[in-house]
């Protein structure tokens, strides 16, 4: 594939082209630390379109990566993030909105009965794992290949790398710099859509206090219902907790989440993206058992007790922003059918264009998240996505779809919104045609 390295686009980007140099000076963050080459810095957003720094318009795929189900500033969202900030942002101790959310997402989520609220998908990861410790009174974790939980330490095992070790009993290896070998040591590595992984299960359940998974890794959004039906019924036969990640798919996969799609009940689940209306969230959910090391004996702290809290966990305008959307989304599941059939109508014409030409695309998709791979062959699992590769490759498309005005996130996943229409979604398709013709 073709590379342009010039295709900066320093015209018609020179605001984004001018910041990006000072940026460089004083911001890490990953896009200026050089993850991906180049990036576009974005004013404001409305519906499915989005606005960069120079004016210019592009139909927005990245839907803030994620929690952007109804598109960019929603009346009804703005509207009661709004209220809730007049009167003031953040209150120290528990608001009205809180109680409510979490008495909303019992609702919702059938074998919910308690609610306990981070700040992001990371911590609450987190706070799951430490839940399931205390809950078990064992140390170990396994989770799986590809699968990404987050930023914190057990989350950076073999969440990016899926290729270390044979693919029936990977090796656990962390993505990244910082990680502690105690971590490695405590954290086995399993792989999607294999048995093998349920015999591990089985040899390691004494030390074993959860298995994490997405129940659909979205660097490889496929059908994973047999295996994850193993799963829940092998870690159960185990005593072992099974954690669902629902960051993505929570309120995406269908209203219901992934639990709803594969009708799988897990111990714990974590949330977040969606579930924040757009703002800053992340949730525990579960039976009121799992929570019970939550619970504390006054300022009698102990070993077993998990302390969940932050600042800013809970906050009113989260809540409301939270509540808006999720309620939004009960009274019109009509919307997630809308979705799917526009990914479903992308991928098709995409893949039928790259097929004549011979360019080497194919695409997963599930409801209303899809992913371009940059090569053929079979994938059934997170390792055959070469994320690495396909990534480069993406991070290079991505400039073509800017130039043909389509914005894409940077890591490699697509995710309509319920503001994208018919015709948004056929300019989609025409760019992708002709970035691909330019491309190839
Ligand atoms: N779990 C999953 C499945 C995710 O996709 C993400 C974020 N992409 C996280 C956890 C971490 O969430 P956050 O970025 O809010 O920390």
Known sequence: MRRKDALYLKEKNKSSYELAQRGKQSLIAHYTAGIFSDFIFYDYGKGSKIYDIDGNEYIDCASGLGPLILGHAPDVVTEAAVEAISKGSVHGLGNGYEVKFAELLVECIPEAEVVTFTNSGTEATMHAIKLARACTGKVKIAKFEGHYHGTHEFAQISGRTAKYGPVESPQSVPDYAGIPNFVVDDTITLSMNQTESYDIIRQNKDELAAVIVEPLPIAAPLDYKEFLVGLREVTEECGVLLIFDEVVTGFRLSFGGAREYYNIIPDLSTYG??????????????????????????????????????????????????????????????????MSNNVKYICENIEAHAAKIKFPLQTKSCCSIFVPYFFNGEINKPRDTKWTYNIGQYDNFRKYMAKNGVALGDIGIIFLSAAHDKEDCKKIVEAFNKSIDEIY
Not at 275 to 297: M, Q, T
């Open 273 to 338: 993206k969606i579930i924040g209306g757009g703002f800053p969230v992340g949730a525990i959910i579960g039976k009121r058992k799992f929570f019970k090391p939550a619970y504390f004996d006054g300022f009698n702290l102990g070993k077993k007790s998990v302390f969940i809290t932050g600042t800013f966990s809970g906050n009113p305008v989260t809540c409301a922003a939270g509540i808006a959307t999720i309620e939004y989304l009960r009274d019109n599941k009509y919307l997630y059918e809308q």
